[in-house]
């Protein structure tokens, strides 16, 4: 068993005092808003708990912390269901609803094919894109036709949390469990059935320094784009009880630098055609999140936000902020450090 | 790339790295050289992450496995290395091994995990031993001593350990006497971008310094005005910082005074003081192998850590565990010390000496000099470091530290060394606390101790106690004395056996010992131990100790060198009188360079300075 592997299930395992789940209410629900067809539309999103996702359950991720929202025990049909008519009582209409499940929407251990058939059904009915997230190995031909069938003519917009095409970073930093080559044939899959490939992209994995991540973040980009519809580039946020807590707490990891995800974003957008790359930064301008610092953290949010719907650039040329000579710093300098030099906002001692 | 240990201070050292044509003195800094942060040219040696131009020895860190760089390595090259935060599973630390190619490997970076030591350091043929996540480790002094401890244990003396990040001018010294030979400039960049001027007594913040107490080329440059100097100003003034405390610690090496340096250098933060105090505490063994013996220079002991100096411990755990007193001496004379050593150079010790020579019967008479840091000197030990040498700040009054270390030393020693009467000669601030520890004793002074009125009741005292004992013959007692000292240079076996039927001749302290006419060994205050002769050696060698085994074919000319010893003593410390023998005969007799451990590992370097060659 690869240790990391280890690592990651044993944290989990470490705390196991929950208080149990009404498994009756969605985690969440919200609007947002997001590009549909290049058009700014509202979007439906919507979070699942499901029994959790079925690799968490055996070792994980080690920057996901989403099983925290797990049941982690059964969640029966009737369940899911009252959670997804309680999310869809203030639905109003929006053009697009994504089904987040903090695990595959295609593993039948979470979802099962019933539940799948009926809320597959019923948005086809409401709805004109759906989207929801799935490992590769749920992505199978059966699934799809099965699946493709009853939406009928609206878009399916499968996201897979690729992360790296690196797959010893995906292996040895990251721990999910798949190579690139599975992810491939998922997303050649996907496009047999005429479905819309996302696929996610993580900047800065644990044990990368932040030079590491920002190149990684970039030729991952560069890889995948043919393989995508939309990339999303997603900053590592700090969540509880994982790999990258554990070293958060101990001053060893660092959140990616706001500077870093804007790096990425202009120096891959061009070269990806007309693919698109957004980017929801999950805590970002927090301690937890992607972070520069206090004073230019809000202004590079917002350009990254009006990146995501514009794609255009330009909206980065006006930033900067006296800490970009800290980022330029790590980015030189961080491996020279040996481990020591973790963040280099602050003073190291 | 090769290293060789030059000169010796406790566990640090001044050594040689040798890297293709260039030689590099060490300890030394590795000054950061990107394209983001020039080394000075005064650097060196560099530490570096690209193709730097440059004719000077540097260490470069080119991309990590998760990297995608291809190149051709060096061995001061590291690259597609595994290197995992320190506070990950030890078996996540172990796995990265796996990728990790260690031939050729000039460097190896060393996880803070004390229990990867073992598995990294065997069989490495690397020079350079890299102490990964230092901020991390240093956050817990104790285990960072002990990290840092182990690693010199397992890696023994002939590598070098390179600290990142760390080294300042306040703890390069502290670091040095830890043994650690290599430093980079790092902090002195990250607190150039913080505004922060580092100097050897601390960091201080741009905004802080209404005057700058600097005169180096960057400060100067900027007409001493602070608000002048920017990051790069900055960073030239810490960079000069460094190389200045560095120059400092290699002349305070050659002088044997770095651990003096050290106790002034730890005063700058608190955490640093407390290395030097665990140092002392929790790893005698370590510093104490590694101390020498002789001394070029006085030991001056001003601080608190100065009780607890390995050089002290050592005196003061050899009175107790090795010397024995005079069999003779039935009399206890406790005198003060005199600021001028040895003691009876002295004048007061002069006075004091006058009036017990002017006993009836000296010899049953024992002087026991009380004094800080070694707490009791017997007279026959004046002549040996430290006591033969050594500076205190004279008040008078005496802290609870001391007094403690003091009473404690005196009731060990008085278990094993009986006496009938005690003769109590101290000032009256120093008798306070010592005088309960006596039945009956006889005090002496009533002020001063070298007031007439105090030096006629001394006499008196003497006079009165020392005719009740039978005559005791001066060169009995010389001869006593003399073997007291051998007692306490190597244990009483070695003792009795070097005195059997042997007698004493010369006028202090130049005595000598002979047997049969021929000179067995003899005493110079030069050095204050026992000097051999190839026929004192002979009797050494029945001794079991202090033995040098060199191999079979090996010539001995002017100096043993490392390679020729085949095995040592492990008790022989720098400065010891050894044996040298081959194929179990004596072939040489001298005084020991490294210590025993030292010399049966190591392949170059001086082991034994020899006197006599058989």
Known sequence: ?349 | MQFTVKKRDGPARIGELTIDQSIVTTPTILYVHTTRCTAPDFADMLLTNNIAKTQKPALKVLGSIFSKENVTANELTLSDYLLYPKDVPTQLHKDAFKHIDKKNAGCVIVPADPLLIPDITQDSTATIFIVANAAQLFSQQSAFISFIIQLREHIGYQKTIYLPCLGDPTNLAVFTYMGIDLFDSMAAVLAARNNIFLFSTGPYQKNDLSELPCSCPACTNAGNDPSKMGYPEILQHNNHGLYNELKQIRNAITQGQLRELVEIRVRAHPELTAVLRHLDSDHYPFLEERTSLIRKHPLIATTKEALTRPEVRRFQERVIHRYKKPKNAKILLLLPCSSKKPYSFSKSHNLFQQRLFGAKNPSVVHELIITSPLGVVPRELELIPPASSYDISVTGHWDEDEKHMIRTLLQTYLKKNKYETVIIHLPLGLAEFVTDLFVDPIITCTDKPTSEESLHNLSLALEKTTVSYDNIPVSIRVKENMKAIANFQFDEKAADILFNESEVRGKYPYWKLLSNKKQIGMITQERGFLSLTLDGAERLKQSGTYWVDIADDFILKGSLFAPGVKDADSLIRIGDEVVVTRNKLVCGVGVAQMNGTEMKESTKGEAVKLRHIA
Not at chain 1, 25 to 37: G, R
Not at chain 1, 115 to 132: C, N, P
């Open chain 1, 1 to 349: 068993m690869n240790e990391l592997f280890r690592f990651c299930k044993n944290l989990k395992e470490e705390h196991h005092s929950k208080k149990p789940f009404d498994k009756d209410k969605p985690v969440s629900f919200w609007s947002e808003k997001d590009l549909l067809n290049g058009t700014v539309v509202d979007a439906f999103v919507m979070i699942l708990r499901t029994r959790g996702c079925t690799w968490a359950l055996q070792s994980g991720c080690s920057m996901c912390g989403y099983f925290n929202d797990s049941a982690l025990s059964s969640v029966s049909s009737d369940e899911l269901m009252k959670q997804y008519t309680a999310a869809m009582e203030k639905y109003t209409g929006q053009p697009i609803v994504k089904i987040f499940t903090s695990g595959s929407f295609f593993d039948e251990c979470e979802i099962p094919v019933s539940v799948r058939t009926k809320i597959l059904l019923d948005l086809a009915e409401k709805t004109q894109k759906i989207v929801v997230e799935s490992r590769p190995e749920y992505i199978t031909d059966e699934t799809l036709s099965d699946v493709t069938k009853l939406i009928r003519q609206k878009t399916l917009e499968v996201g897979i949390g690729l992360e790296t095409s690196n797959d010893f970073i995906r292996e040895h930093a990251i721990n999910k469990g798949f190579v690139f080559d599975d992810y491939k044939k998922a997303a050649m899959l996907l496009k047999k059935y005429h479905c819309k490939v996302k696929t996610y992209v993580l900047v800065k994995p644990p044990f990368l320094s932040e030079e590491e991540a920002l190149n990684d973040g970039i030729s991952t980009i560069q890889a995948v784009a043919s393989y995508s519809d939309t990339i999303s580039l997603n900053p590592v946020n700090v969540q509880r009880r994982t790999v990258v807590e554990h070293l958060w707490r101990r001053r060893q990891y660092r959140p990616p630098w706001l500077w870093s995800v804007v790096e990425i974003l202009k120096s891959t957008k061009n070269l990806v055609g007309t693919v698109r790359i957004q980017c929801d930064v999950t805590g970002g301008g927090s301690i937890r999140g992607a972070h520069n610092c206090r004073t230019c953290d809000t202004g590079v949010l917002t350009a990254i936000r009006m990146f995501s719907l514009s794609q255009d650039i330009h909206v980065f040329d006006d930033l900067s902020c006296g800490c970009k000579e800290q980022w330029l710093d790590q980015r030189n300098l961080e491996s020279l450090g040996f481990g020591s030099c973790v963040d280099f906002s602050g003073e190291m001692r």
